[in-house]
T-cell receptor, first 113, second 114 residues
Framework: DQQVKQNSPSLSVQEGRISILNCDYT??????FLWYKKYPAEGPTFLIS???IKDKNEDGRFTVFLNKSAKHLSLHIVPSQPGDSAVYFC????????????WGLGTSLAVNP | NAGVTQTPKFRILKIGQSMTLQCTQD?????MYWYRQDPGMGLKLIYY???????DKGEVPNGYNVSRSTTEDFPLRLELAAPSQTSVYFC?????????????FGAGTRLSVL
């Protein structure tokens, strides 16, 4: 029962182009969504988040879009850089669930020079 | 600023041995978590704590125990190691900020049970 789904295990893009990472969820009670980035041999690090009352949040090269009716969110990275090569995890939170995060399986992004 | 510190970074155990994975945070966060990540999988919550003296089970608690005697420390105990516990273990902490909580992670402990 995967409540947060990242259906693309991997993605490869050219440097300078846009990277789009997708995430779908099934639980309409989720009210906060987060993206984490993970390099090998390191712990995940927080990247960007969005509340369910918004449909877009931007931070520099990173933008997250939320479509509540479709239960879908996406992370856009523009322009992509080789240092963005990492595994990206989508996570969702239900404030009534004691702040536990539900995690997707991750998408491995490779940005080619 | 250390953040979340996990020790050891690597460990090899024999079946049936026990060990404690250490986790300490210096951010005065009230929430702490233990996750495991198996190859190609996402993060599975083992145990979590909402404050000193309070712990609760996550998705995959079997074979593990935790305690939280101080705000800073949240050790994870494996009593009888089994090959199924071979994984990478992450400790995280967060504070309640009125919206979604951001969890801050340690670098992980890579455990092999042979």
């Amino acid at each position: 029962d995967q409540q947060v789904k990242q259906n693309s295990p991997s993605l490869s893009v050219q440097e300078g182009r846009i990277s789009i990472l997708n995430c779908d969820y099934t639980n309409s009670m989720f009210d906060y969504f987060l993206w984490y980035k993970k390099y090998p041999a390191e712990g995940p690090t927080f990247l960007i988040s969005i509340s369910s009352i918004k449909d877009k949040n931007e931070d520099g090269r990173f933008t997250v879009f939320l479509n509540k009716s479709a239960k879908h969110l996406s992370l856009h990275i523009v322009p992509s850089q080789p240092g963005d090569s990492a595994v990206y995890f989508c996570a969702a939170n239900n404030a009534g669930n004691n702040r536990k995060l539900i995690w997707g399986l991750g998408t491995s992004l490779a940005v080619n020079p | 600023n250390a953040g979340v510190t996990q020790t050891p970074k690597f460990r090899i155990l024999k079946i049936g041995q026990s060990m404690t994975l250490q986790c300490t945070q210096d951010m005065n966060h009230n929430y702490m978590y233990w996750y495991r990540q198996d190859p190609g999988m996402g993060l599975k919550l083992i145990y979590y704590s909402v404050g000193a003296g309070i712990t609760d089970k996550g998705e995959v608690p079997n074979g593990y125990n935790v305690s939280r005697s101080t705000t800073e420390d949240f050790p994870l105990r494996l009593e009888l190691a089994a090959p199924s516990q071979t994984s990478v273990y992450f400790c995280a902490s967060s504070y309640s900020r009125g919206g979604g909580d951001i969890q801050y992670f340690g670098a992980g402990t890579r455990l092999s049970v042979l």
